[in-house]
């Protein structure tokens, strides 16, 4: 951990001889290989407690080393599994970048491991991997992401260390994540330990911490809205147009002078029309405005 105090990060490369045992580091050497050859990563961070261990500092630390085009806190979600596979599809974030999802147990539902947030994560950790993203989660334990999002859903495990009296060590155990596929089974391997600088005083982590600070106390709002959601919406407001159109007309037809039984008879013999019976007609004759008929 006693690693360089004054640390400059002009560039990626540079910050890489400012942290030599994390650039030493097996793990360093495995993203180097999938960077040059065109692969991506998934990295798992978690900690032996719940919080303050330094998961948050550990990614940030790796994303800083990792992303060739310089990483910001842009590039992180936080508690938001939606902007998280956003992140992933835009496709002004260059290849070899480095995404994070922190606080991803706040993203997911821990009931449920088809619900949209936790469908979101895997497509983003698993799908979408020719999209050469390197990607970081922040978790609670393996076991919590096994259950979640599958024991196969990242290539490394990194579990945050912490002191006798419950603080940040800044070191780390890394573990290779395999599955045998003859076997089907999945299995973890340690390779090694890594340690770090405390990152607290960097301005990409002190955003990401701003971020998550304002996430968490409920003053932000995704700016993301899931595909499905927009596909929700278009069907709904299609539902109101055609619903409103049939209204005017069935105004319309009785106004011209046929009754509400022909006008019910019409509707329902009509191609393409949702039919109406003749006390539905006779509701939507006697209301004052469509807004009226349609909240019933």
Excluded: C
């Amino acid at each position: 951990m006693a690693e360089a105090e004054s640390v400059d990060y002009e560039s990626p490369v540079h910050a890489w001889s400012q942290f030599p045992s994390l650039a030493q580091s097996k793990l360093f050497s495995e993203y180097v290989h999938r960077l040059t050859v065109g692969r991506d990563m998934h990295v798992i961070v978690t900690a032996g407690s719940e919080t303050g261990v330094g998961k948050t500092t550990l990614a940030v630390t790796l994303a800083l080393l990792w992303d060739q085009e310089g990483w910001t806190a842009e590039k992180a979600a936080v508690a938001d599994a939606a902007k998280y596979e956003a992140l992933y599809d835009d496709d002004d974030i260059a290849p070899g970048s480095v995404l994070i999802l922190d606080e991803a147990e706040k993203a997911v539902d821990a009931r449920r491991g088809s619900s949209k947030g936790n469908v979101e994560v895997s497509q983003a950790f698993a799908a979408k991997r020719y999209r050469q993203r390197f990607g970081i989660l922040t978790a609670p334990t393996k076991s919590w992401v096994d259950k979640r999002l599958g024991a196969d859903a990242a290539d490394y495990w990194i579990q945050a260390q912490e002191t006798p009296d419950g603080k940040p060590k800044g070191e780390a155990l890394v573990y290779r994540l395999r599955t045998n596929e003859h076997y089907g089974t999945d299995y973890s391997s340690r390779t090694e330990t890594i340690s770090w600088t405390p990152m607290d005083h960097h301005p990409a982590f002190l955003e990401l911490d701003k971020k998550k600070q304002n996430k968490l106390e409920g003053n932000i709002k995704s700016a993301y809205v899931h595909r499905d959601r927009v596909e929700e919406l278009k069907e709904n407001y299609w539902n109101k147009a055609t619903k409103k159109a049939r209204y005017h007309l069935v105004k319309a037809m009785v106004t011209h002078g046929l009754t509400q039984t022909e006008t019910a008879e019409i509707l329902q013999t009509a191609e393409h029309v949702e039919g109406l019976t003749q006390s539905q007609v006779s509701r939507y004759v006697n209301s004052d405005d469509f807004e009226e008929v349609y909240s019933k």
